[in-house]
């Protein structure tokens, strides 16, 4: 998934979450609190693996819940400590919706989703380098997958309308 995507769906999964539980819809640090967590993953694998080659994909240490589930049980209590518990669920699931929104494909086309049990679980290494952004844009560009990214972005959107538009001035 691409980073619309990713920030739409986790936005889209926080806001619910907010919902599930009663709560008034978001401000605007919670907003970007969660956008950003829903492209931490990325922001960690794709340089240690593609430009740094330290990891042997862009989808293994920081997409992991192995290591996920953890980090984000303890920014929670970290944030909760600081009287800030809701940005450590912000963070949380914004962050563990990008490996699972990921592994989607998995389901319904030959896919790998060993990442989400890293390093238990091997994962292939790239071949050769490491695949280039327009390779990637250009044999995406045809896939319902990737063109559902864009549907998700504009449900988003309006949710994000519906709940007042938070992070900008009234």
């Known amino acids: 998934?691409?980073?619309?995507?990713?920030?739409?769906?986790?936005?889209?999964?926080y806001a619910g979450t907010r919902r599930a539980r009663s709560l008034?819809?978001?401000?605007?640090?919670?907003?970007?609190?969660?956008?950003?967590a829903g492209l931490v993953p990325d922001l960690i694998d794709k340089?240690?693996?593609w430009?740094?080659?330290?990891?042997?994909?862009?989808?293994?240490?920081?997409?992991?819940?192995?290591?996920?589930?953890?980090?984000?049980?303890?920014?929670?209590l970290l944030a909760r400590r600081r009287g800030r518990?809701?940005?450590?669920?912000?963070?949380?699931?914004g962050t563990i919706s990008h490996p699972l929104v990921d592994a989607l494909p998995s389901l319904?086309?030959?896919?790998?989703?060993s990442f989400l049990l890293w390093p238990y679980l091997s994962v292939e290494?790239?071949?050769?380098?490491?695949p280039e952004v327009i390779e990637l844009l250009t044999s995406a560009a045809a896939e319902p997958y990737f063109l559902s990214?864009?549907?998700?972005?504009a449900l988003a959107l309006g949710i994000w309308r519906l709940d007042g538009s938070p992070g900008l001035p009234e």
């Open 51 to 76: 430009q740094a080659g330290l990891l042997p994909t862009g989808r293994s240490l920081a997409h992991s819940l192995l290591v996920l589930v953890p980090v984000c049980l303890l920014g929670y």
């Open 108 to 113: 319904w086309r030959a896919g790998d989703a």
């Open 1 to 13: 998934m691409w980073p619309i995507g990713h920030v739409a769906v986790a936005y889209l999964a």
């Open 47 to 49: 340089p240690l693996s």
């Open 85 to 93: 518990g809701e940005f450590g669920v912000a963070f949380a699931v």
């Open 24 to 36: 008034q819809p978001l401000h605007g640090t919670l907003v970007l609190t969660v956008c950003f």
């Open 125 to 130: 290494p790239y071949e050769g380098s490491s």
């Open 149 to 153: 990214e864009f549907v998700l972005f």
